[in-house]
């Protein structure tokens, strides 16, 4: 907490007013980058009516790797909530529902089950997109991204197709 006041330019008391303990600033933090990835997916919703499969892959591969860029905090902090990691996992879901309903507004002949499976599979691609960005010193990282989002592509064209 110390170290926290110092690089926010705060006195710790000031700190400790509105955070009690590290786990109060820790979930602070955790519903605000919380909030800022569903703000961030929600903008797809409008354009993505009229994406090709390659332009989903391509921004949902995006989206994630982006995202975790400009948030270096937010997978520790999901990953290191008590466990059970209830924000963490409510986080993952809320996550999950916003595919879903994205993927059910290009996919309307789709039911709601094979939507949610979609959804699922979608969310562990871009998380893998994610991880593989994420590791340090892959040789051929551009390659298995590009791999990553053709997978992604050709899975996403077989949701969308009638």
């Not at 903008?43 to 391509?58: G, R």
């Not at 562990?124 to 997978?151: D, V």
């Amino acid at each position: 907490m110390t170290e926290v006041a110092a690089r926010a330019g705060a006195a710790i008391g000031s700190l400790y007013q509105f955070f009690p303990t590290k786990e109060a600033l820790a979930n602070a933090l955790l519903e605000q980058y919380a909030q800022a990835a569903y703000a961030e997916l929600g903008k797809f919703a409008e354009p993505s009516l009229n994406w090709t499969s390659e332009a989903w892959a391509e921004h949902l591969c995006a989206f994630l790797i982006a995202f975790r860029r400009h948030h270096p905090a937010f997978v520790p902090l999901v990953e290191s909530m008590p466990k059970p990691a209830a924000d963490g996992l409510s986080i993952r879901r809320r996550l999950r529902a916003e595919l879903q309903a994205l993927l059910a507004r290009r996919a309307p002949h789709r039911s709601d089950e094979e939507i949610h499976a979609a959804a699922v599979v979608v969310q562990q691609m871009m998380k893998g997109a994610a991880a593989i960005q994420a590791e340090p010193g892959m040789p051929g990282r551009q390659a298995a991204q590009a791999q990553m989002q053709r997978a992604m592509q050709v899975y996403l064209h077989g949701v969308f197709g009638k």
